[in-house]
Structure formats: C-alpha cells, structure tokens
C-alpha cells in the first residue's frame, strides 16, 4: 500500500510512553499518542481511566515521570503551564480553573489582556468577548463574576477562554458535560471549523455520541493504558467503544423497570419566581421517575431550587401529602426528606483535602454518631457499600476527595445523598462526568429507589437520558413548563427539542 503524504507529515504532538504515578495509584503505564493538524483525536475511557493526567501532562500541571513529548518533532519539556500556553497549548479543564471574582471577560483574557498605549483596551476586549459567546450560542453577562455564573455558563467561558488563545492544540476535557444539545451542536459546529484552520483538538467525552460524530480517531484507554486505537471512526459503533472502555459489552442502556405510581406526594401549584420559573404545575407521585428536560437557563435548576427551600418563590404553594410546605431553607426541606443533589459540584460542599469517606460522613453524621463520638467503622462499612455498588475507584476509602478523578468525586457526592434515605430525590444532572458503566449503575440505583416507593424528579441535559429513564416528562422553556409527555415507547429526543425550542 503506498501511503498518502498525509501520512509522511510530522504529527504536530506525539507523546511517547508517559508514565505517572501517584502514591498508591500508578495512574499512566506507558501511554503514547499522536496528534496531526486539523485533526481530532477522541479521547475515552472510565472514571479514573487516566485521561485528565495524560492531559495535565500536556498542560504543564503534572511533570510525567517519564515518557517524552514533541511538538511538530522537537522534544519539549512542559515543567509549567505557561510554558505549555506558550508552545500553543490550550486546555479546557475538567475542574474549571476560572478566577471566581474576575467577570467573564477578564477571565477571558486573563494574562493576555489587549492593550492600546499600555492600557487594557475594554472595549476591543467587550467586542471579542461578545462574539465569542454568541458563537457559542451563549448570552454572558460580560460584568458578572464568575462565581454567579451558572455551570453551563461558566463552561462557556472555559470553552472561549481557550478559542481566544491563538493555540495550535486545543484540549477539552469533558466541555459538553453541562450543555444541552443545543449548545453542544454550536461547539462540534465551532470545532469543525477550527479543525479546517488547521487547529488540532483533543476531545474528551463519556457522550459517546459526540466523540463518534467528531473524531477522526479515537483513542481508548483502561487502567492507564491504551485498549485501543481505531482510525476508522466511521466504522466503529457505540457499542464497540464501551466494549472497550468497561471491557464488556453493555447489552442495554438503560435498565427496565416496571413502575408502580403510588399517590401524590409532591404538588406545585402556580410556582413562580421572577423570569426564572413562572407559573409551574405539576404533581409528582410516589414511586415515579418525572423527568425535566430544556434548554440550559430553562429554569430546570431554579425549580428545584425553590423545591429544595434553596430560594424563595413570589407566589404559588406546594404542598407534601397533602400539606402546605413552605422552607424557609434546605434544611427544612431536608428533614422533611427532600433532597438535591445540584450540577454543582463545587457547591456540593466536596472538602477536597478531606478524605472521601470523610466527606461521605459528613452530612450524615447523626447516623453514625454514638454515645457522642462519631461510628468510624459504622461510616467505613456504609461508604464501602457505596464504594461497591457504585463502582468508586479509590486506592482506599481514606484516599482524598481532590485526587479522585472527575467522575469519581460525583459518585462520593451521590453516595453521600443517597445515604440520607430521603423520599423525595431531585437529581440535577446526577450522571455529569460519570463513564457508560457506571451510569448504568446510577440507573439501577433509580430504578431501587423508586421500586421502594420513593420520588425522583431527574433533571437532564442528556435527552436520551431523560427519555430511558422517565415515566413522564416535563419540557421547559424560558421559565415555563412547556408541556408534559407520558414517556412510551413513542417519544422522541425531537419532540421534546421541538418543544423546548418552540418550534
Ligand atoms: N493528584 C493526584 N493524586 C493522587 N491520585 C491522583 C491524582 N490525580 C489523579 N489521581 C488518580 O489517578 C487516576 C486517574 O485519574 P484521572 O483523573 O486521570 O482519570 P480520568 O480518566 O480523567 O477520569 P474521569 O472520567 O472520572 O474524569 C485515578 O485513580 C485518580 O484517583
Ligand atoms: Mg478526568
């Protein structure tokens, strides 16, 4: 076979048998990729599979312990990050790395400011910012800090802090995990075109989907080694990528269940709170999944806010079995066994330097506490269960939160709610960042809670999800609740887009 001169062109990075370990986890064994221009590289793997390392490698957060790196054939030593800024690397991390206090636009251009006769040029700064985030197909309040953004929003910002660099790769570790279709489809959009300016992209997602429709080759790695390389993306299937991942096959998505609806427990009548959420109705009965889809700034999240006590309605009630409940703040909502697991993970209140069954424990304490003093080996033993069923990965339970991998520091959050046994669970994208297998795990946790006659509103970006895993569907727009679907096996992910584009 005579190959294509394509094939002669030095890549423009090639990494070469990187390996790092950390104390008790050996977290890459030897992983080699290679990158060429106006190429996109799919990167998967599970929870924990070592992809954000090989990342932070590239980024200058991590020196491998050995291995080497070329750019376009020269061997680089990335020992920071601004030496890997400034041989045209820019990276979307997982954890955002945003100033929370800086706004949208001096994150933007943060070290790189624009200047005219030595001082910051706001306007040409506003004007780029502007375009930037309506490429996106996002409004930002450009004078807002960070901090007040929302997730998907401070996404976004994450996303053109990296496209206002002028990078020659551009790494995304896990961009879409808090976008709605919608916002998703004006990315892949965004990152076609840079591929056509000859800009090379590294792309990691556990939406499959999103991988297969935009990498030239995918790269799979496992227990911090490479499973798989496969070049012929257009021949390769979903199933054979979570083959590879999880090491077996997964026959089906989602798993089934056969619901048996109980009575009201839940009812919202005329709630409404600014723009935000106006006017929602709707009841939510015992041993049912009721779903919540829209767009990002929907109200999906302010409603359950105002469920969970988080923030105060203007007018409407709900009442709980029948009676009227108002909290004044999570806590009441709490003991009256209500619970809300948010998109925020940050705001979840993870102690990173704490230990993961520490964190686990804290929320729960009044379960393992006795005779004053706290239940070590009670705590140890539920958090094991979890760790088990969940499919945590930790090199032991005492290991600490900030060093377990993306998606595993979400699951010690979900153990840490499902522990506290509430009645009404409102998931705020409960599967963020969590790989194919374990959200199957997730699923059947759903599917337990619910056969126990208990109550889960599922808020998600991810229609799929929504649909596989609902008995009814509530679609938002704009504040409001659009419509209701009585999910069958008729309902379609563009029905429920065609509502809530109002199309
Ligand atoms: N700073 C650190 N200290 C100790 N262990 C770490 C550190 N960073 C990562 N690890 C460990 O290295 C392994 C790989 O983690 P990594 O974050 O690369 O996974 P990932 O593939 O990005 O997973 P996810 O899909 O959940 O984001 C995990 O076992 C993790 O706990
Ligand atoms: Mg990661």
Redesign the pocket.
Known sequence: MIDSPADFETPILEMRDIV?S????K??KGVSLELRSGEALGLI????????????ALGGV?LPDSGDIRLAGREVSLRSPSISQSEGIAIIH?EFSLAPNLNSRENLFLGKEKTQYGFIDYRSEEEQARILFESLGMKIDLDRRCCDLTVAEQQTVEIARALASDARIIVM??PTAALSQQEVDKLLAIIEDLKRKGIAIIY?S?RLEEVLSLADRITV?RD?ETVAEETNVSGVSKKQLIEWMVGRSLDEEFPKRNPTIGPVRLSVKGLSRGQAVQNANFDLRGGEVLGIAGLVGSGRTELARLLFGADKADTGSVTLDGEAVEFENPRYAIERGICLLTEDRKEQGLILVHSAVENFGLPNLKVFVRNVLLDQGKERTAFEAYVDSLKI???SVS??V?????????KVVLAKWLQRNADILIFDEPTR???VGAKYEIYLLINQLVAAGKSVLLISSELSEVIGMSDRILVMREGRIQGEIENGQGTTQEAILSMALDT
């Open positions: 790092k950390f104390p008790g986890v977290a890459l793997g599970e929870n924990g599979a070592g992809k954000s390392t090989l990342i932070k991590h997982q570790d896990e990691i556990h790695l911090g990965k930790v090199s290991q600490q900030g060093n377990l991998s993306g998606g595993n520091q979400q960042g969590i790989d």
